[in-house]
C-alpha cells in the first residue's frame, strides 16, 4: 500500500540525464535519534545517532527525483559506505537524482521491538535461533528505513527534491526493506505499541511523507510484509502499490529464488505494476549481472523513467 504523502511544490515532471552530467557532493548527517539496548527487550538503553549520506547532483536545476539506498548484510553487517550501494548513488546522482545512503540498526544494537512483533517471532517455532536474530532486527531496521525516508520527505524544499518521483532501492536486506518501504502503510513501524517508552521517536519527523513512487529489488523478500499479515490479519499488498522491478538470481542460496517468486505472485494478484528479472544461473549478490544487456544500474535507470514517466536528456 502507498502511504499519504506530503504534496510537491513542483508542477512538472523532473528532468534527469541519461550520461553522467553533474559532479557529485556527498555529506553525512544524523537523520534521526534511536534506542540501542543491552539485548532485546532490555531496560538497559542507550541513544544513538542514526546518520546517511547525502548525495546531491551539483548545479543540477531543482525539482529532482529522490531515491534512498539501501545497504545488505543479513541485518548484521554493512553499512552506508557499501561499495554497490556507493556505486548506484554515485550512477544516479550524477544524472540529476538526490540520493541518500543509509545506515540502520543491526542486530548488534538489539533496538526497541513492538510489543506485538517481539512476541511473534518469540513465538514462531519455524525460527532457528540466526533467524530469530534476524527476524527481531527486521523490526528496528524497518523503523529506521521509515525515519530516514521521512527525513528526506522533511528536507526536500532544501535538496530542491519533488516528492512526487521517490524510489526505495536496495540489494538483500536493503532490498527486504526497500520493498518494505513501498508496500506497507503510513503506520506501520512507526505508530506500533513498543515495549517501552522511547523518547527518540520525537526526533524522526513522525509528521513527514513516506510515500515511494518506484521500488529497485535486489534479491530481496517479503518477510515484513507476512508477518505484519499474520500479526495484524490484514494483508499490506494492494493495486496501488508503487511499481516494481524485481531482480534475483535463481541459485541464490541465501535469500532463495522462491522469495522474488512469492512478490511477483503478491503483484500479480492485486494488478499493481511489477517487472520480473530472474538472473538464470546467478547466485546471491549479483551486482555484475546483466539484464538484457543493460548493467543493474542501466536497467534500474530505464524502469524509473518509464515508470515515472521522468524527462530524459
Known amino acids: 500500500m502507498q502511504t499519504l504523502s506530503q ?38 538503553t542507550n541513544i544513538v545517532n542514526l546518520s546517511l549520506d547525502l548525495y546531491l547532483p551539483e548545479n543540477a536545476p531543482r525539482n529532482r527525483p529522490a531515491m534512498i539506498l539501501i545497504h545488505g548484510g543479513g541485518f548484521s553487517t554493512g553499512s552506508k559506505d557499501d ?16 540520493c ?8 548488534s544494537a538489539y533496538g526497541t521491538l513492538s510489543t506485538a512483533w517481539g512476541t511473534y517471532v518469540l513465538n514462531n517455532a519455524a525460527l532457528t535461533p540466526a533467524e530469530r536474530q534476524q527476524s527481531y532486527a527486521m523490526y528496528p531496521a524497518a523503523r529506521d528505513a521509515k525515519a530516514a525516508l521521512r527525513w528526506l520527505y ?13 524510489t526505495a532501492l536496495g540489494g538483500s536486506a ?28 520525537l526526533s524522526t519527523n513522525l509528521n513527514a511523507g513516506s510515500t515511494i513512487h518506484t521500488v529497485i529489488d535486489h534479491w530481496g523478500g517479503i518477510t515484513h510484509m507476512t508477518y505484519l499479515q499474520t500479526i495484524t ?31 511477483r505472485d503478491a503483484y500479480i494478484a492485486t494488478g499493481a505494476s511489477y517487472e520480473f528479472n530472474p538472473l538464470v544461473g546467478e547466485g546471491h549478490s549479483a551486482w555484475s549481472a546483466t539484464i538484457n544487456g543493460k548493467s543493474l544500474s542501466e536497467n534500474a535507470f530505464q524502469f524509473i523513467v518509464t515508470k515515472q514517466t521522468l524527462t530524459v536528456n
Open 154 to 166: 522533511a528536507n526536500a524544499s532544501t535538496y530542491g527534491i519533488n516528492t512526487n518521483y521517490m
Open 7 to 44: 504534496q510537491s511544490t513542483y508542477n512538472t515532471p523532473p528532468t534527469v540525464r541519461s550520461m553522467t552530467t553533474y559532479s557529485v557532493s556527498k555529506t553525512t548527517h544524523v537523520y534521526a535519534q534511536a534506542l540501542s539496548h543491552s539485548n532485546w527487550g532490555s531496560a538497559t
Open 174 to 201: 536493503g532490498s527486504f526493506l526497500a520493498n518494505m518501504l513501498g508496500i506497507t502503510n503510513v503506520n506501520d513501524f512507526r505508530d506500533e505499541t513498543l515495549t517501552l517508552v522511547d523518547t527518540t521517536l
Open 233 to 263: 490479519g490484514q494483508s499490506r499488498f494492494d493495486a496501488n502499490d508503487p511499481p516494481i522491478s524485481i531482480v534475483h538470481g535463481t541459485l541464490d542460496a541465501d535469500v532463495p529464488f522462491s522469495q522474488a517468486e512469492a512478490l
Open 83 to 98: 561499495t554497490n550501494i556507493v556505486s548506484m548513488a554515485n550512477y544516479f546522482t550524477s544524472r540529476g537524482w538526490v
Open 100 to 107: 541518500i545512503s543509509i545506515n540502520y540498526r543491526l542486530i
